[in-house]
């Protein structure tokens, strides 16, 4: 059972919008910032978004990220059949003194 | 280009101990914390441990404190896991992993490079 609440799945036609939410509480996301991490298959994970909503270099704006309360959002515009891969949220928990992730969405792409 | 390369996997039957190491390049290794992360077969990614910068401060998960090390040899450009008591639950890929910060406990920082990971196997 991840601390992190993430949808395992998600699917949406090439060229559509998707969104992945990630959920969490006040001791983790609440007080903390949310990166978010893509693993493509057979690969290892990926940043894709950090401190909330920034992108590191390289990676394109279709990707963006927000956050309020205690969850945040993984957007992803003009979906790519390049795209289907594992996405996890991650944050600090300030009460358990660990990183933590979400269980992961598979994004797949019709 | 950073790099981070792991080594040290294999099979290993319960009870008995393996060391992992991870050499990078590509970044100034002394200027950044760094984590092991690891994912069982078919599973999610699992934080294990992190280390800052000038080894000062150490965290584990609960699932592997007292059993795993965390260290670190700067001069080097290494991190190492010294993993005792193995069990099957630990059965995983380990990701040697860049922190983005100073600080491995950091809440504004995140893991901004990965290894490949190096596959450790727990069975009797």
């Known amino acids: 059972q991840s601390v992190l609440t993430q949808p395992p799945s998600v699917s949406a036609a090439p060229g559509q919008k998707v969104t992945i939410s990630c959920s969490g509480s006040s001791s983790n996301i609440g007080n903390n910032y949310v990166s978010w991490y893509q693993q493509l298959p057979g690969t290892a994970p990926k940043l894709l978004i950090y401190?909330?909503?920034k992108r590191p270099s390289g990676i394109p704006d279709r990707f963006s990220g927000s956050k309020s309360g205690t969850s945040a959002t993984l957007g992803i515009t003009g979906l790519q059949t390049g795209d289907e891969a594992d996405y996890y949220c991650?944050?600090?928990?300030?009460?358990?003194?660990?990183?933590?992730f979400g269980g992961g969405t598979k994004l797949t792409v019709l | 280009e950073v790099q981070l390369v792991e080594s040290g996997g294999g099979l290993v039957q319960p009870g008995r101990s393996l060391r992992l190491s991870c050499a990078g390049s590509g970044f100034t290794f002394d200027d950044y914390a760094m984590h092991w992360v690891r994912q069982a077969p078919g599973k999610g990614l699992e934080w294990v441990s992190g280390?800052?910068?000038?080894?000062?401060?150490?965290g584990y998960a609960d699932s592997v404190k007292g059993r795993f090390t965390i260290s670190r040899d700067n001069a080097k450009n290494s991190l190492y896991l010294q993993m005792n008591s193995l069990r099957a639950e630990d059965t995983a890929l380990y990701y040697c992993v860049k922190h983005k910060g100073t600080y491995y406990d950091s809440s504004g920082s995140c893991f901004d490079y990965w290894g490949q990971g190096t596959l450790v196997t727990v069975s009797s």
């Open positions: 401190e909330n909503n």
């Open positions: 991650g944050t600090w928990d300030s009460s358990l003194s660990v990183w933590v």
């Open positions: 280390v800052n910068w000038n080894s000062a401060r150490i």
